[in-house]
């Protein structure tokens, strides 16, 4: 096959499926009725549509929970067989990717309309002094659509050259994104290549932005009087309401949709803070993991449970360890095993819950909440007594105010295990999931392919991961070890999205709010421009430099709450706070220019 014929994730190598007990894994994997890991791929033909194939694929899933109750049901529902469009996207991950997508483009055209909006006033303000060359240009017969046809062509230029830029830039900064990826153990596979697919829709931006800045501001400049046009200069057009109204409704369009920009960052925010003080069931901090996958060499039992055991004591022999455990997963990780158990001797529907096989200490290690009974020991094996350690949360379910030591619950036709201990509840699979049903079994190295070394160190975890996996590597060098890093970077992986959204809200946002700062800052330089002779009068008569700040200021300080409220209706937080101060700020500058002006100069200006 081609290199990259599979996307996201990358795959070396292809094997028969009927191979899965070859290469180490579960012998049975194809006569399994309830294994649902498969994906069929096929063809639909031509007259058939994916509604037409969804409904017959319905009517199988039906008459497999006829045929195979217990294997084929969820919840007395039939287990569903979803047809899905095959896309360069896996659908398991299709929902996640387009959310991110839809953000990030989200985001990029809100701050793409900011800056057209700020530019847009600047482009204006740049026309109003050549208001006598298009007076000019009319009066010896040149037509509005003319006129237009030139603005907007030399407009132009600057969005041409403002896409060219950007387009460049991205060759440079594009494996920025790429960074990003989290470490979960899985090669994937970030294509962010700018063929000519982005350089169309580029070219189609750039395009477009052309004319929107470029038009609106020169059919705005167009409508004058040709006589007051000849007559008058740049002072004159203070008194334009039509071209003011515009220009103010730039500024409060920018203010609003930069507002909109921080406080989706500031919900972001907020969610990022609440994931990561909320409450795991177990101590993440000097925590290591060291992955290894015994199926590889196709260990025995035996030979499995040897290699255990040797990694376990070199773990342990090592001087800032203080203890460590096995399990065949680890919370808050793409891997989870579910299983459907009932109560024994109790005639009622199989309950879904998560579950897990550990090793001895493994809750000490984890520092979980012994609510009952007693921890796992060495004597817990697969080939010995069946026992269980069930949460609060299945206990609960199950045996609510009632004692769950000594109880026993029960595979659909298969094990029996007795409850020996209850432990506190956490989380599993998701930072924000709901109690979870769980159960733990002892560590059977015959069916535990892949497993994970869970060391507690009397030290940052971050410095002893090399030490502990040469540890792991000396036992049989045969076997790699993966997976090597502490649980809190294992848990910033599940984070990713928010910390994302975050970040780039939050870029986005302040860049946004840089823009229509400078937006506003130009409108009010301009405005106090404009009013040089009206601020010079007002001194004259004795006007003080805290009334003409007040009177430049105004205008200012009332388009920014204007756009804060607009921007208010989604949402509110502490952005609303940080956009004021900061447009306060933008407008002050030129304003306390203006109390500086000298009476005489002013009344001599043009």
């Known amino acids: 096959m081609p290199d990259g014929y599979y996307s996201i994730v990358k795959i070396d190598v292809f094997v028969p499926a009927i191979m899965e007990g070859v290469i180490g894994g ?115 017969g040149a037509s509005r659509r003319r006129l237009v046809q030139q603005l907007v062509t030399e407009n132009s230029l600057l969005a041409v050259l403002g896409g060219t830029a950007g387009f460049l830039i991205a060759l440079w900064v ?29 070219a189609l931006v750039t395009l477009l932005t052309a004319f929107a800045l470029g038009l609106a501001p020169a059919m705005q400049a167009t409508r004058l009087d040709v006589l007051t046009g000849l007559k008058t200069g740049e002072q004159g057009q203070t008194t334009d309401s039509g071209r003011s109204r515009f220009r103010s409704a730039l500024i409060v369009s ?45 260990h025995s039992p035996e030979r499995g449970q040897a290699f255990i055991n040797q990694c376990v004591a070199r773990l342990r022999s090592v001087s800032a360890s203080e203890s460590v455990a096995v399990a065949a997963q680890v919370a808050i990780g793409l891997r989870r095993i579910s ?46 007594l069946a026992v269980t350690i069930v949460n609060d949360t299945l206990a609960n379910l199950f045996w609510l105010h009632e004692d769950p030591i000594g109880r026993r619950i029960r595979q659909p036709g298969g094990k029996t295990f007795e409850v020996v201990g209850v432990v506190k509840g956490g989380k599993y699979n998701s930072l924000d999931e709901n109690s979870l049903p769980y159960a733990y079994f002892p560590l059977d190295p015959g069916s535990a392919r892949g497993l994970t070394f869970q060391v ?78 009206e601020i010079g009068i007002r001194t004259a008569l004795g006007a003080s430099p805290l009334q003409v700040l007040k009177v430049v200021m105004g205008r200012g300080v009332r388009l920014t709450v204007l756009g804060v409220a607009i921007g ?33 100069v002013a009344l001599r200006f043009e």
């Open 254 to 298: 920018q203010v609003a949709l930069s507002l909109i920009l921080l406080m989706c960052a500031g919900i972001f925010f907020g969610s990022f803070g609440k994931l990561k003080s909320v409450s795991l069931g177990f101590d993440p901090n000097n925590l290591a993991l060291l992955s290894v996958d015994l199926g590889t060499n196709s």
């Open 174 to 202: 594009k494996k920025l994104l790429a960074a990003f990826a989290p470490n979960i153990g899985v090669p994937l596979v970030i294509d962010l290549g700018l063929d000519y697919r982005v350089f169309a829709f580029s």
């Open 26 to 140: 579960d012998k049975d994997f194809l006569s399994k009725r309830d294994n649902k890991e498969f994906m069929a791929i096929g063809r639909l033909r031509k007259a058939v549509t994916l509604s037409r194939a969804q409904a017959q694929f319905t009517i199988i899933a039906a008459e497999l929970q006829k045929q195979y109750p217990a294997s084929w049901s969820e919840d007395g529902r039939p287990h569903p067989l979803s047809v899905v469009p095959a896309t360069a996207v896996p659908f398991e991950l299709r929902g996640m990717i387009t959310g991110f997508a839809g953000l990030l483009m989200a985001a990029v055209i809100v701050v793409l309309l900011v800056a057209c909006a700020n530019l847009g006033g600047f482009l204006l303000a740049r026309l109003l002094p050549r208001r006598r060359e298009i007076a000019v240009r009319v009066a010896l």
């Open 339 to 384: 299983e459907q158990i009932l109560p024994d001797a109790q005639a009622q529907r199989p309950t879904w819950i998560g579950s897990n096989m550990v090793g001895p200490d493994y809750f000490q290690v984890m520092r979980i909440p012994l609510l009952r009974g007693r921890p796992f020991t060495e004597q817990d094996t697969d080939h010995g």
């Open 568 to 600: 208010s209706v989604i949402g509110f937080g502490i952005s609303v706070l940080l956009q004021i101060g900061v447009a306060l700020v933008a407008c002050y500058v030129p304003a306390r220019r203006s109390t500086r002006v000298d009476p005489m």
């Open 456 to 533: 507690r160190t009397r030290i940052s975890a971050q410095r002893m991961l090399g030490i502990l996996r040469d540890e792991v590597g000396a036992v049989d060098p045969a076997i790699p070890v993966f997976g090597v890093e502490t649980m809190n970077e294992h848990l910033a992986d599940s984070m990713l999205p928010v910390r994302m959204g975050l970040i780039l809200l939050g870029a986005f946002g302040g860049l946004a709010l840089a823009l229509a700062s400078i937006g506003l800052y130009g409108l009010m330089s301009y405005t106090a421009r404009q009013r040089t002779r």
